[in-house]
Nanobody
Framework: VQLQASGGGLVQSGGSLRLSCAASGNIVSIHLMGWFRQAPGEVRHLIAGIDSDGVTNYAPSAKGRFTISRDNARKTVSLQMNSLKPEDTAVYYC???????????????WGQGTLVTVSS
């Protein structure tokens, strides 16, 4: 199983970016998908999550600015980030809780991380 993230980059304050993540491999079912971020010197934490029914949750810092969505058929999750601020600068990681043919229990998988830099 692999998660491949894309879409990071450099953007000015107030701008927008869209992150995407695709899961591939011998996947049986995906329960949760989400985006975490880790800034230098900080702990990685959840920014936005979405379950298989489309129920979402957001960190307070993301509410009203970020929108998470997923395509169950394509096994993808996206994060639309608007009104970006310099404090949003971090490495963003996609995450999925899923079952595969190799492991019958739910297991967390992580993408490789994509850097988002917001300049002031």
């Amino acid at each position: 199983v692999q998660l491949q993230a894309s879409g990071g980059g450099l953007v000015q304050s107030g701008g927008s970016l869209r992150l995407s993540c695709a899961a591939s491999g011998n996947i049986v079912s995906i329960h949760l998908m989400g985006w975490f971020r880790q800034a230098p010197g900080e702990v990685r934490h959840l920014i936005a999550g979405i379950d298989s029914d489309g129920v979402t949750n957001y960190a307070p810092s993301a509410k009203g600015r970020f929108t998470i969505s997923r395509d169950n058929a394509r096994k993808t999750v996206s994060l639309q980030m608007n009104s970006l601020k310099p404090e949003d600068t971090a490495v963003y990681y996609c995450q999925a809780t899923l079952r595969s043919t190799s492991w019958s229990n739910w297991k967390d998988y992580w993408g490789q991380g994509t850097l988002v830099t917001v300049s002031s």
